[in-house]
Antibody, heavy 118, light 112 residues
Framework: EVQLVESGGGLVQPGASLKLSCVAS????????MSWVRQTPGKTMEWIGD????????NYAPSLKNRFTISRDNAKSTLYLQMSNVRSEDTATYYC???????????WGQGTLVTVSS | DIVMTQTPLSLSVAIGQSASISCKSS???????????LNWVFQSPGQSPKRLIY???KLDSGVPDRFSGTGSETDFTLKISRVEAEDLGVYYC?????????FGAGTKLELK
C-alpha cells in the first residue's frame, strides 16, 4: 500500500524558514516523480512544484520558485520542501503527492499544517 | 498560467440522483504527446484529497464506475450517476498538461 506521511509543519514567524518532510513507503520511491501541493484555509489548491525520480530536475510554480526548494533523498525514501522567508499567505496544509504512469497527483499524503503568524 | 473554471461551485443532490460538474480551461489541455492531462480530485470533509480520474476519462484504481469523465481540448465534465452519501465533499478539476499545474476552485457536492 502506498503511504506518504508528511511532517515538519507548525507555527512559524514571518520571515523564518521551515523544512517539511514526506516519508514514503509501500513502493520504490526512486522510481517516481513526486510533487508538493498546498491547500489554503479557504480550500484553494495550489501546485508548488515537482521533482524527477532521480532528483536531477525540479520544476516550480513561478510565484514560489524564489523561496521554495524541493529535494529528495532516495536512500531514505524521503521528499523535502524547504521554505524560506515565509509569509502569512503561506499558511496552508502541505501535501506531498506521487505520480502514476506519468500522470501527476495519483497519491496524496495526509498533509501537514503550516501556520505563519507572529 | 492556465485558468481552470468550474461550475457550479455548489451542487445539491439527493441520494440516488445524478450530478454533473463542468470544468473549462483557458487553453487547450492537449499536450504535444497527444494526451490530455485533465484530472478530477475529490476531498471528503476532514480527509486528504484523492484523485478519481486522470487523462480526462481514466478511473483510478478502486473508483466506482458510477463516476465518469468526458471532454476534450478546453471543456470537461465529471458525472456521478446514482450519488451515494460517501460522494459528498468537494471536487476539483486539475490540469497537468502544462506547468504550473493549476486547479479549479472546487465544487461542493451537498445533500439536498
Amino acid at each position: 500500500e502506498v503511504q506518504l506521511v508528511e511532517s515538519g509543519g507548525g507555527l512559524v514567524q514571518p520571515g523564518a524558514s521551515l523544512k517539511l518532510s514526506c516519508v514514503a513507503s509501500g513502493f520504490t520511491f526512486s522510481d517516481y516523480w513526486m510533487s508538493w501541493v498546498r491547500q489554503t484555509p479557504g480550500k484553494t489548491m495550489e501546485w508548488i512544484g515537482d521533482i524527477k525520480y532521480d532528483g536531477s530536475y525540479t520544476n516550480y510554480a513561478p510565484s514560489l520558485k524564489n523561496r521554495f526548494t524541493i529535494s529528495r533523498d532516495n536512500a531514505k525514501s524521503t521528499l523535502y520542501l524547504q521554505m524560506s522567508n515565509v509569509r502569512s499567505e503561506d499558511t496552508a496544509t502541505y501535501y506531498c503527492t506521487r505520480d502514476y504512469d506519468g500522470t501527476p497527483l495519483a497519491y496524496w499524503g495526509q498533509g501537514t499544517l503550516v501556520t505563519v503568524s507572529s | 498560467d492556465i485558468v481552470m473554471t468550474q461550475t457550479p461551485l455548489s451542487l445539491s443532490v439527493a441520494i440516488g440522483q445524478s450530478a454533473s460538474i463542468s470544468c473549462k480551461s483557458s487553453q487547450s489541455l492537449k499536450y504535444s504527446d497527444g494526451k490530455t492531462y485533465l484530472n478530477w480530485v475529490f476531498q471528503s470533509p476532514g480527509q486528504s484529497p484523492k484523485r478519481l480520474i486522470y487523462q480526462v476519462s481514466k478511473l483510478d484504481s478502486g473508483v466506482p464506475d458510477r463516476f465518469s469523465g468526458t471532454g476534450s481540448e478546453t471543456d470537461f465534465t465529471l458525472k456521478i450517476s446514482r450519488v451515494e452519501a460517501e460522494d459528498l465533499g468537494v471536487y476539483y478539476c486539475c490540469q497537468g498538461s502544462y506547468s504550473p499545474y493549476t486547479f479549479g476552485a472546487g465544487t461542493k457536492l451537498e445533500l439536498k
